[in-house]
């Protein structure tokens, strides 16, 4: 008996599932502040194997869950209390690269960065470039439709999706794609947080490397400057490939330990990179120059080399681990606001963290209004999380009241559920319930994600909602 369920294996799944304490901790949690209760997890190698795993939880009235790397910021991935946890690690493999057709069939636990590791031998590579690329997988990305630094001009994961073999929560396989079904349904699949079922199989969409790269780092003497330069690069019609913004303590983090030459001194400071062929590489970063000089820049360098280009990357790429430094803990908020709101929104944030004595840092995909305030504290201390949920859900308040949206790339999951109704209408999340309810009547796989109680939902009535709640 585990947690209030029985697990009666069948032949097929004796020795699959694993129940040990340890295998279960880990995978009760993902990269949120939040865990759960799995009362088993098995580690399936052929979209077959994630077909018995399926038939069986579902024969058996257990729910399951699909699991990337437990990246995943919005508490996705953290299974309800006596769930299956079905783990597509060992589904790794690059199953084959169509370098004319720019394609790649790849299985869900291809790490991201892996993938275009692996494909820069043909000059290509997968767009979608998450900060937690070296760990999170393909199929996490999917599930959540990830974003990243150089999604502002390629688009999101959805653009660079092409086919999904999936196992649905009948057990049956689909494939999902624009040519072969009537109705396309890779855009109801892609960012249902593994509501709708399990990708198996994906095709991804490769585009080749850009032969110029100008990445430039910009200082401002405040967060205000730095936030009207932003909109005055993308009002002059320019799109950069990546436009991030970092504020003044997180740049003093991360250079202390990356060394990448960040500016010290500025208040905030931007990471501009065009790409493209060497003619318009050079005068679009003419352009940018001018512009943020024009706004009141106080520092501008250009990365003189591959190197240097590839230090500034991960000064930004791994600025959340610099926090480690500071406190022992961190949340990590995502919220989008419209562009020319960022820094009166900015300065909110600031004003709420102030209110609740919580430190504050941002790191943030500014080109496209994609907010990350980062609250700092050491959960030991009493109380301490309490503060740390009332700023965010006024984060998440005053970026709505800005006209802005509730998730940019980390998802709904268990995080933003309850705040569903801030922007959705009743007839809004109806109409999403049936949609999951196509899919997964029974609202087996991945329940009580996503749609908030109360919605119409049809989540598997016979679990508890486990410590998350
Ligand atoms: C330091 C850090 C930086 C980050 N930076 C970014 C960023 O720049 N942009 C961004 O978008 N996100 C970012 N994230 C969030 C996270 O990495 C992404 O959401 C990522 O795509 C999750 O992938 P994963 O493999 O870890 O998925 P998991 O966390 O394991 O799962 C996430 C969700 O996907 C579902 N799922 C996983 N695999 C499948 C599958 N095969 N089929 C169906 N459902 C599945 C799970 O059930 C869950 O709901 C960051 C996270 C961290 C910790």
């Not at 080749?208 to 009207?228: D, E, I, K, L, R």
């Not at 003619?279 to 352009?287: A, I, L, N, Q, T």
């Not at 030991?380 to 005053?398: L, T």
Request: aromatic letters at 6%; one cysteine or more; glycine letters at 10%.
């Amino acid at each position: 008996m585990i947690f209030g369920l029985t697990f009666e294996y069948s032949k097929e799944m004796s020795g699959v599932v694993h129940t040990n304490t340890a295998e279960l901790f880990l995978v009760g949690q993902d990269a949120s502040n939040m865990t759960g209760n799995p009362a088993g997890v098995c580690y399936p190698t052929t979209t077959e194997e994630v077909q018995d795993a399926v038939r069986w939880a579902r024969a058996n009235g257990v729910a399951f869950i699909a699991r990337g790397a437990g990246t995943g910021l919005a508490g996705g991935a953290i299974p309800t209390e006596g769930s299956l946890v079905i783990s597509l690690t060992k589904m790794n493999r690059i199953r084959n690269i169509d370098i004319h057709r720019r394609t790649a069939w790849v299985e869900p636990g291809v790490l991201n960065a892996d993938l275009s590791r692996h494909t820069s031998q043909f000059g290509l590579h997968f767009a979608p470039d998450p900060s937690s690329q070296q760990s999170c997988t393909i199929g996490g990305n999917v599930a959540n439709n990830s974003g990243g630094p150089h999604c502002l001009s390629e688009g999101v994961t959805s653009a660079h999706i092409l086919s999904l073999e999936v196992v649905l929560p009948s057990g049956e396989v689909c494939v999902f794609d624009s040519e072969n079904s009537l109705f396309d349904l890779r855009g109801a699949f892609i960012g249902s947080e593994g509501m709708f079922g399990i990708a198996t199989a994906i095709e991804v969409r490769l585009l080749q490397n850009p032969p110029h790269v100008s990445t430039m780092v910009v200082g401002f003497s405040s967060v205000h400057a730095g936030a009207m330069a932003v909109s005055s690069i993308i009002s002059s019609g320019i799109i950069p490939s990546a436009l991030e913004m970092m504020d003044a303590p997180i740049t003093r983090a991360v250079e202390e330990y990356v060394h990448a030459g960040f500016p010290l001194d500025a208040a905030a400071m931007l990471i501009v990179e065009i790409d493209g062929l060497e003619h318009s590489v050079s005068h679009g970063s003419r352009e940018v120059k001018e512009i943020v000089m024009r706004s009141g820049a106080t520092s501008f360098t250009v990365a003189q080399s591959p190197v240097e280009r590839a230090l500034i990357w991960k000064g930004r790429k791994t600025a959340f681990g610099a926090i480690a430094r500071i406190q022992p803990n961190y949340y990590l908020h995502d919220t989008v606001v419209p562009r020319k709101k960022l820094a009166e929104v900015l300065s909110r944030v600031t004003q709420i963290a102030d209110e609740e004595r919580l430190q504050v840092m941002n790191v943030f995909h500014a080109g496209d209004g994609n907010l990350h305030p980062i609250l700092m504290f050491d959960k030991r201390i009493d109380g301490v999380m309490d503060r740390v949920h009332r700023a965010g859900a006024e984060i998440v308040r005053v970026s709505l009241e800005a006209g802005g949206v509730l998730s940019g790339e980390h998802g709904i999951g268990l995080e933003k559920r309850d705040f569903m109704r801030w922007m959705f209408s009743e007839n809004d999340l109806m109409f999403q319930q049936k949609l999951r309810s196509a899919f997964d009547p029974d609202g087996i796989s991945n329940p009580h994600k996503v749609l908030p109680r109360g919605s119409g939902c049809a989540d598997i009535a016979s679990i508890p909602p486990g410590s998350w709640v």
